[in-house]
């Protein structure tokens, strides 16, 4: 596998200020193409009279490869639309779709000869920046980035940005591995009698995400990003789902593959899985789940949830016989913390879940409520 890095410069000023043309950003895309943001001034060192900022493809090079200049496109879209665009006779703002939690911000300083001065704003610090670079290796024909560096006036190191810390879909694609411990309460009866009534388990599991484009991919199953505008995402996936159960007394449950769909709006997600190879039911969910970035390498998400589980769902993973059981719906609550230092994450996973009265009815079940912690270390690759 060939790795080339390279760094590329993005922001650039021309030193006529009286120029027409005002080049504010340049961003260099996967298929060779880069987008320039520009304004055409209608007066000398002001954006005064300024109606919109452009947005321009110059073209570098050529992917013949149909299926990586289709993701290139659709990386395009959701990377690099104008969003939150404010436009002032003394100033303009703008953050890109790309980097949600970025914001920049230009002026034309009067007093220094109309010199362009950029702003970056990211979360809740202000940067005043002197050039910005991007470090990217090439696999599979489309860069990546591995680093932002930005170049601050004033200071003598330079602030590094790494995809992880932005909002957004950057990369093209991704590999993350590790292993993670899986603690919880089980709310089954234990197949042992004298823990019939107590049985907390540890499980040591794989961990990996491998994200091309779209399309990514973990240990629980498949699926693809099929549309992204603003706030609103819509994925299909193919998992392994269930609540299996083996013991001597009752019949095994395994688990299915389930075919369904995610749909992000904002803060809110709404998930669906249903079995539609053998029937045992589907589920939904609602969850609230806010992010909050403590700084660039500390991300903090607590959840909110209520599920829903279909008859069938219920009858076979908890019931002893057809049409005891009917549906359920669960609650609870769940606070990931994510720490990112160079290419290793380390994650802290706690959630409490409460179970619908037909569930904690049935009896294979010993408790109404499950407590999980789960702790991984995962290593990026790529």
């Given at each position: ?5 390279r ?17 504010l950003?340049v ?24 109606l919109?900022v ?27 639309k ?12 703008f ?28 979360n ?22 591995k680093k ?23 990369s ?11 603690t ?6 234990s ?12 499980e ?10 779209p ?10 990003l ?80 209520i ?24 609650y ?16 802290l996973?706690l959630?409490v ?10 009896p ?8 999980q912690v ?9």
């Open positions: 596998m060939l790795f080339c890095s760094l590329l410069f993005l922001f650039f000023y021309s030193a006529n200020s009286n120029a027409e043309k005002l080049n950003l961003l260099p895309l996967s298929d060779g193409t880069s987008y320039i943001y520009s304004v055409d001034l209608k007066k000398p060192c002001s954006f005064s009279g300024v919109e452009n947005s321009t493809k110059l073209k570098l090079g050529k992917i013949d490869n149909w299926f990586i200049g289709n993701l290139n496109l659709l990386q395009n879209r959701i990377n690099f104008m969003i939150e665009l404010i436009l002032n006779d003394d100033f303009i703002e953050s890109l779709s790309g980097a949600t939690n970025l914001k920049f911000k230009f002026l034309l300083e009067k007093e220094n000869k109309c010199r362009l001065k950029k702003i970056l704003y990211f809740d610090s202000i940067y005043s920046l002197d050039q910005i670079y991007i470090d990217y290796s090439s696999i599979f024909f489309s860069p990546v980035i932002i560096i930005i170049k601050n006036n004033g200071m003598d190191t330079d602030l590094l940005l790494y995809p992880w810390a932005l909002q957004g879909m950057i093209s694609y991704e590999l993350n591995a590790g292993l993670a411990v899986k919880y309460s089980n709310i089954r009866k197949p042992k009698a004298i823990n019939r009534n107590s049985n907390i388990k540890a040591l599991l794989p961990a990996f995400i491998f994200r091309y484009g399309i990514f991919l973990s240990k629980d199953g498949i699926g693809s099929l549309f992204n505008a603003g706030d609103f995402s819509f994925l299909a996936m193919a998992i392994i789902e269930g609540e299996p159960y083996e013991t001597a007394e009752f019949n095994e449950r395994k688990r299915a593959i389930y075919l369904g769909s995610i749909v992000k709006f904002n803060l809110l997600e709404f998930i669906y899985y249903n079995d539609f190879f053998k029937e045992k039911g589907y589920n939904l969910k609602l969850n609230l789940a806010p992010e909050f970035y403590f700084n660039t390498d500390l991300k903090f998400k607590p959840q909110v949830f599920q829903y589980w279909d008859k069938k769902y219920v009858d076979y993973y908890f019931g002893l016989s057809p049409n005891k059981l009917n549906q359920a719906v669960n609870g609550t769940v606070f990931e913390i994510m720490h990112f230092k160079g290419r290793w994450t380390y994650l996973n959630g879940k409460f179970y619908g009265r037909e569930v904690y009815s049935s294979s079940v010993v408790r109404g409520n499950e407590i789960v702790t991984s270390l995962l290593y990026k690759f790529l």
